[in-house]
């Protein structure tokens, strides 16, 4: 499968701790991005990192990638209530074709 | 801008029944996408369109069809509708492909075939 997974599945922290989830994937990717769906706030899209990329920075969050490895990894720093929510990853291969990952479900707790 | 819209929101079917989703976009978006989304997983693809009279399989589109004659409409439909396919769906639009691929998502529609 090309599917990206998620690592953890999920994930309890405290208020004000960070976070980290993973993503692995098994083809040759153009981007991969992150998104975050709640109940509140539908789905969301957080960042986007292209593959000649090694990292990039938005606000709070802080992804990484590693072509070599196949992988990727979504910090979020100094966490909310608000970021409950479950963390996707979607890599778009080198057919244009987007797949999604199963997601980290997040919980933070005050 | 109202961004992505999707109607309706929730919907039950009879084994066999047919029905159209509609997903509206008004950022003139030239990417749409349709999805579904079931329990504890993520979302799979079922069609997607790289423009105005343009559709495409994704990952799963048996049992689905699509049309996009405006721009600014995505229609999925359902011809004989089964239990299998109860289902969120979620549409999605964006600028383009590639780097341009940040997609905006409608609300859902929480389907239930029974």
């Known amino acids: 499968s090309q599917q990206g997974e998620e690592d953890p599945q999920a994930l309890s922290i405290q208020e004000g701790e960070n976070a980290t989830m993973n993503c692995s994937y098994k083809t040759s990717i153009n981007n991969l991005q992150w998104y975050r769906q709640n109940s509140g706030r539908g789905l969301v899209h957080l960042i986007l990192?292209?593959?000649n990329e090694r990292e990039k920075h938005s606000g709070r969050l802080r992804v990484t990638l590693d072509t070599s490895k196949k992988s990727s990894s979504l910090l979020i720093t100094a966490s909310r209530a608000a970021d409950t929510a479950s963390y996707f990853c979607?890599?778009?291969?080198?057919?244009?074709?987007?797949?999604w990952g199963a997601g980290t479900k997040l919980i933070i707790k005050p | 801008n109202a961004g992505v819209t999707q109607t309706p929101k929730f919907r039950v079917l009879k084994t066999g029944q047919s029905m159209t989703l509609l997903c509206a976009q008004d950022m003139n978006h030239e990417y749409m996408y349709w999805y579904r989304q079931d329990p504890g997983m993520g979302l799979r693809l079922i069609h997607y369109s790289v423009g105005e009279g343009t559709t495409a399989k994704g990952e799963v589109p048996d049992g689905y069809n699509v049309s996009r004659l405006k721009k600014q409409n995505f229609l999925l439909g359902l011809e004989s509708a089964a239990p299998s396919q109860t289902s969120v769906y979620f549409c999605a639009s964006s600028f383009g492909g590639g780097s341009y691929n940040e997609q905006f998502f409608g609300p859902g529609t929480r389907l239930t075939v029974l």
């Open positions: 979607v890599i778009e291969d080198s057919n244009y074709q987007l797949i």
């Open positions: 990192i292209r593959s």
